[in-house]
Nanobody
Framework: QVHLVESGGGSVQAGGSLRLSCAAS????????MGWFRQAPGKEREFVAA????????YYADSVKGRFTISRDNAKNTVSLQMNRLKPDDTALYYC???????????????????WGQGTQVTVSS
């Protein structure tokens, strides 16, 4: 059974930084593409960033490009999201998700990910 556990969320002021981590188990982590998504109250879940199984190949939403960096450590089965210059609009519940690299469809589409963590809350105050 796949387990994804996020950590690192918290409350920060605008302009601050946080680093989210996701620990994965129950899957061949190094064979999976991984993604981060977020969902704010009253809004749909939206794509934030993704990284290919090899670590070569990253994807970002326009809203976070240049501020967020996704990375992974296949030896430790972890994927991280470094978030800098945070804005109040970044406030949301952040989820990591696993995706089969052979899965068809868009990397940006949450329906193409088959396993999700419980999420970690990020709150950015102005």
């Amino acid at each position: 059974q796949v387990h994804l556990v996020e950590s690192g969320g918290g409350s920060v002021q605008a302009g601050g930084s946080l680093r989210l981590s996701c620990a994965a188990s129950g899957l061949t982590f190094s064979s999976h593409n991984m993604g981060w998504f977020r969902q704010a109250p009253g809004k749909e879940r939206e794509f934030v960033a993704a990284i290919r199984w090899s670590g070569y190949g990253t994807y970002y939403a326009d809203s976070v490009k240049g501020r967020f960096t996704i990375s992974r450590d296949n030896a430790k089965n972890t994927v991280s999201l470094q978030m800098n210059r945070l804005k109040p609009d970044d406030t949301a519940l952040y989820y990591c998700a696993a995706r089969d690299p052979d899965r068809s469809g868009s990397t940006y589409d949450p329906s193409t990910y088959y396993s999700w963590g419980q999420g970690t809350q990020v709150t950015v105050s102005s």
